[in-house]
């Protein structure tokens, strides 16, 4: 079975300071790994995701996210936050090997505190 | 382009009654996934439909169904409902639902049973 795991309830950073959003998964193949943003009453957005290739992925509105397969991690990354960046942000991961190819399994969700 | 688009916004119903949510995909994409979100959790997959069929269920109760249409719209219906089913549900669409696909979610469906 699929498993993803964010340790940290809740970020908190200053703006301008470099942020790390932690995301560690499970899953019995090679993994697909997302990660989505949620601000309060709205649906997930895409942020970016890993599917193969370069271990360092770049995303939208100045995120990346390395994979680390040794070490089953996919930690979300900005070199310098912004107050706007506030939010919750989700990690997923989709096991290909399983029969649903379209199955995400979500974490549970860091919230992003940025304050001035 | 518009996004994805689910209708209602937010439902009141109480327990025992049936709800049905609608959802209607980014243009062109064939596949509609269905997502329920409880307070304070990460979403959990119910139903992955393409091209009209089932081709994944997620762990939820028989009382859970949903179908898609030929214009690849989605409903998702919830018999006899019980207050645990108060949630945000999410619909997702990708091109053809295979597993290196993004999918993109609509802002979702906010239903309170009580």
């Known amino acids: 079975a699929q498993s993803v795991a964010q340790p940290e309830d809740q970020v908190n950073v200053a703006e301008g300071n470099p942020l790390t959003v932690k995301c560690t998964y499970s899953v019995s193949g090679n993994p697909y790994l997302f990660w989505y943003v949620q601000y309060p009453n709205r649906g997930l957005q895409f942020l970016l995701k890993y599917i193969t290739g370069d271990n360092l992925v770049k995303g939208s509105y100045g995120f990346e996210a390395e994979f680390n397969k040794s070490q089953t991690s996919f930690h979300l990354k900005k070199p310098s936050a912004l107050v706007s960046d506030s939010a919750l942000y989700f990690c997923a991961v989709r096991d290909p090997s399983t029969g649903t190819a379209s199955k995400l399994t979500f974490g549970t969700g860091t919230r992003l505190q940025v304050t001035l | 382009d518009a996004g994805v688009t689910q209708s209602p916004t937010h439902l009141i119903k109480t327990r025992g009654q049936q709800v049905t949510l609608r959802c209607s995909p980014i243009s062109g994409h064939k596949s509609v996934s269905w997502y329920q979100q409880v307070l304070g959790q990460g979403p959990q997959f119910i139903f992955q439909?393409?091209?009209?069929?089932?081709?994944g269920r997620g762990n939820f109760p028989d009382r859970f169904s949903a179908r898609q249409f030929p214009n690849y719209s989605s409903e998702l219906n919830v018999n006899a409902l019980l207050l645990g089913d108060s949630a945000l549900y999410l619909c997702?669409?990708?091109?053809?639902?295979?597993?290196?696909?993004?999918?993109?979610f609509g802002p979702g469906t906010r239903l309170l049973v009580l």
């Open positions: 439909y393409y091209e009209k069929e089932e081709r």
């Open positions: 997702a669409s990708s091109l053809f639902g295979g597993s290196q696909e993004t999918q993109y």
